[in-house]
């Protein structure tokens, strides 16, 4: 189309915007932020959640066995020094500060934070507790640090039926440990001073607390502050990071969305040539698609329209000019042909003025014929609710009853698209006008007909005809206008014609033609 801008050719100018605390890109600046600083919140939650479940899952419960083996490693030292040359000493004792105790004065794991208390009664709940017992060769308790509910001469099996083999293999030179959920143990061999096992050592402390066990303990609320401390700084060194990469991310957003505002405004006011360029295929590259479809299609709608304007401008300009001619140049007509009759009438028969009086009744018939095709031609004639077929039908019997010209129609019903409806119907007006008019036609013969590819219209008359001259379109008698119709309906047009002869036009469009 002509004055059409193509997208990326019509650029669109818009003004530098300053940044506003109020407009889209600081908003999105600022969701930036705020999501920033929630993901800072929730890394640093998640983060001591994860250290909180690694510690008591695997952390702990190995620091928790290694204290273990480290009880009863020493216990069992003690036990050797306390030993007898044949074996364990009889009056070992878990007792403090008693003749035979394992827990020597000046020993390291003298300490408050290792030592495994001496409970002389019977305790209420026993899976929390900590204890200790000195086992003989023949699996049995020689001292215990909980007497109550491990006293001393019971069978290690009976006793301690799941830690009997670990026992045994203590008693066999071998140490183990291990641990649960429950709690965590270790088992050592006392040795002599030969290197030979004499005993066994058994140690058993409480398992490492859960996350529910730390989370419902007071203890945890110390290490609030220093959470909050480093939540702050990370806060300090990351939210405006994520406001500088939101400020950039947002920029080319934002200015996109200008683009597409200002070019709104733009069409809004009149100017339906601009485009917007086409920069990616997301969400907003599709607004810019449709946008410039939506911009298109409003030129075309405003170029049909102006067409549509001057075409009915035309309509109208034709219709007041046939009726001018039918209410003034025909009836003026009509009256000259009266009159010359009335005087051929009157004048005696013999006189010189007869043949001039005949010249001119027939130079004035001629003329009535001329304008009564010329008014035809101009006659706007409504195509919407009629077939093809019909139109020419009608058209056909206007020229019979109306200038008593033999039109003789030969008409298959055919159907088209509009733009072809129109474009043959008004060929084959001209061509009856032409016909009429400059070729003195009194026989036209039109003949209509289609196959399944194309429509083929032959029109032909007993006129005067004229001479074909090469390289010459015939533009005196509209043949011109003709052979443009026919080639924007994708068809052709051949014309035959010799002086004296008649003229005949054929006309060959495909079925599915471009208009």
């Not at 010359?340 to 004035?364: K, M, N, R, V």
């Not at 003329?367 to 009629?386: I, K």
Request: hydrophobic letters at 45%.
């Amino acid at each position: 189309m002509k004055g059409k801008a193509s997208p990326g050719k019509q650029g669109i100018r818009i003004r530098q915007h300053a940044f506003r605390w109020t407009g889209l890109q600081a908003r999105m600046t600022m969701a930036y932020v705020r999501a920033t600083i929630g993901l800072v919140l929730l890394f640093v939650a998640l983060a001591w959640l994860a250290f909180i479940v690694v510690a008591t899952t695997f952390v702990a419960p190995f620091v928790y066995t290694l204290r273990a083996r480290e009880l009863a490693e020493r216990y069992a030292s003690a036990a050797t020094l306390e030993a007898n040359p044949s074996g364990l000493n009889p009056h070992a004792t878990f007792q403090p500060h008693r003749p035979g105790t394992l827990i020597l004065p000046g020993m390291p794991s003298a300490s408050e934070d290792v030592q495994i208390p001496y409970l002389a009664g019977q305790q209420p709940d026993t899976r929390r507790l900590a204890f200790a017992l000195l086992v003989t060769p023949q699996s049995r308790v020689l001292a215990s640090s909980y007497p109550a509910r491990y006293p001393a001469g019971a069978s290690i099996p009976l006793l301690l039926p799941e830690r009997a083999r670990l026992i045994t293999n203590a008693l066999a030179g071998t140490a183990a440990s291990g641990g649960d959920r429950r709690s965590v143990y270790a088992a050592e061999p006392v040795w002599s001073r030969q290197r030979q096992p004499i005993g066994a050592v058994y140690v058993q402390l409480p398992g490492a607390p859960s996350v529910l066990d730390l989370l419902g303990q007071r203890s945890w609320l110390s290490v609030v502050p220093s959470l909050l401390m480093i939540s702050l700084l990370l806060l300090i060194i990351i939210t405006p990071i994520g406001g500088i990469f939101g400020l950039l991310t947002t920029r080319g957003v934002v200015r996109r969305i200008r683009y597409l505002a200002t070019a709104t405004t733009q069409v809004a006011a009149g100017h339906y040539t601009q485009r917007i360029p086409f920069s990616r295929k997301d969400e907003i590259g599709e607004l810019e698609q449709h946008f410039n479809r939506m911009a298109e299609q409003l030129e075309e709608s405003r170029e049909a329209q102006r067409k549509l304007t001057e075409q009915n401008a035309r309509l109208a300009e034709r219709e007041r000019i046939s009726r001018e001619l039918h209410d003034a140049l025909s009836q003026e007509l009509f009256s000259l042909r009266m009159l010359a009759g009335g005087l051929e009438s009157a004048i005696a028969t013999g006189s010189d003025l007869h043949p001039y009086l005949e010249t001119l009744e027939q130079a004035t018939d001629d003329m009535l014929r001329d304008l009564r095709a010329l008014l035809l031609e101009l006659r706007p004639v409504q195509l919407e609710n009629l077939e093809l077929s019909q139109a020419l039908e009608d058209l056909a019997l206007t020229y019979r009853t109306r200038l008593g010209i033999n039109v003789r129609a030969e008409i298959e019903p055919v159907s088209l698209p509009e733009p072809a409806r129109q474009a043959l119907f008004r060929i084959v007006q001209e061509a009856l006008t032409n016909a009429i008019r400059h070729g003195e036609a009194t026989t036209i013969t039109l003949v209509l007909h289609a196959t399944a590819e194309q429509v083929e219209l032959i029109m032909s008359d007993n006129g005067k005809g004229f001479e074909q001259i090469e390289g010459r379109a015939g533009q005196g008698l509209g043949l011109s206008l003709m052979q443009e119709r026919v080639q924007q309906l994708g068809g052709r047009l051949s014309v035959e014609s010799t002086p004296g002869a008649g003229t005949r036009i054929a006309i060959c469009i495909p079925r599915e033609n471009r208009s």
